[in-house]
């Protein structure tokens, strides 16, 4: 099996898409091709080029890597990955067919997926930052619905992932998230109001 494109920074998700005895793996390149892999046989169920066939862009970089989750309820996986671009893009995974949705510039982290706020609804959570003269980052919730934004909280720019838990159990989830200026930050997911940050001593 050949790979067209160069894996540098991606983590690979495996699941069961197909409601079958076998998992599968879903990779992407640096380049925004979305691979998808079934482990029974070893062979390359679809591939799908997020800046060419989904939404053509001008020097795309894929850095972050995908998730996967049903997140409009429909019964089918989808999978997640974010660009530099600022374009998060979804794709069904039983056919490879997506869409993007433009939110900031240099998504680079995973998308973080969880019921923030109780709704029975998905919300999907990003870090960005622009690089520039006053570069700035966003903690961002999204509509799993529509892909508007739900809540941004602005501060130092960041490249992580986000992890999402009920990390005081108080019934409501904690996103928990690290950024370049060395501290890790702790936010309501609910309201995406500051609860705690620390600075991490080198």
């Given at each position: 099996?050949?790979?067209?494109?160069?894996?540098?920074?991606?983590?690979?998700?495996?699941?069961?898409?197909?409601?079958?005895?076998?998992?599968?793996?879903?990779i992407s390149s640096w380049l925004g091709v979305v691979y998808l892999i079934e482990t029974k046989n070893m062979s390359l169920?679809?591939?799908?080029?997020?800046?060419?066939?989904?939404?053509?862009?001008?020097?795309?970089?894929?850095?972050?890597?995908?998730?996967?989750?049903?997140?409009?309820?429909?019964?089918?996986?989808?999978?997640?990955?974010?660009?530099?671009?600022?374009?998060?893009?979804?794709?069904?995974?039983?056919?490879?067919?997506?869409?993007?949705?433009?939110?900031?510039?240099?998504?680079?982290?995973?998308?973080?997926?969880?019921?923030?706020?109780?709704?029975?609804?998905?919300?999907?959570?990003?870090?960005?930052?622009?690089?520039?003269?006053?570069?700035?980052?966003?903690?961002?919730?999204?509509?799993?619905?529509?892909?508007?934004?739900?809540?941004?909280?602005?501060?130092?720019?960041?490249?992580?992932?986000?992890?999402?838990?009920?990390?005081?159990?108080?019934?409501?989830?904690e996103i928990v998230i690290g950024n370049e200026d060395g501290n890790i930050y702790c936010f309501d997911g609910k309201t995406?109001?500051l609860e705690w940050n620390i600075r991490l001593a080198t």
């Amino acid at each position: 099996m050949e790979v067209f494109t160069p894996i540098y920074h991606s983590v690979p998700a495996i699941a069961n898409f197909y409601g079958d005895e076998s998992l599968e793996v879903v990779i992407s390149s640096w380049l925004g091709v979305v691979y998808l892999i079934e482990t029974k046989n070893m062979s390359l169920v679809w591939n799908e080029n997020a800046f060419v066939d989904v939404r053509p862009l001008n020097f795309p970089n894929a850095y972050g890597s995908v998730s996967a989750a049903d997140v409009n309820s429909d019964g089918v996986l989808d999978i997640l990955l974010g660009t530099d671009q600022g374009v998060l893009f979804f794709f069904k995974s039983d056919t490879g067919e997506g869409y993007g949705i433009d939110v900031v510039k240099k998504i680079r982290g995973t998308p973080a997926i969880a019921d923030l706020d109780g709704d029975g609804k998905f919300e999907i959570v990003v870090g960005a930052h622009d690089n520039g003269a006053s570069a700035s980052g966003k903690l961002l919730s999204l509509s799993s619905e529509n892909g508007g934004i739900e809540w941004q909280n602005e501060f130092s720019p960041t490249s992580s992932s986000a992890a999402i838990a009920d990390i005081d159990g108080d019934g409501v989830l904690e996103i928990v998230i690290g950024n370049e200026d060395g501290n890790i930050y702790c936010f309501d997911g609910k309201t995406g109001a500051l609860e705690w940050n620390i600075r991490l001593a080198t």
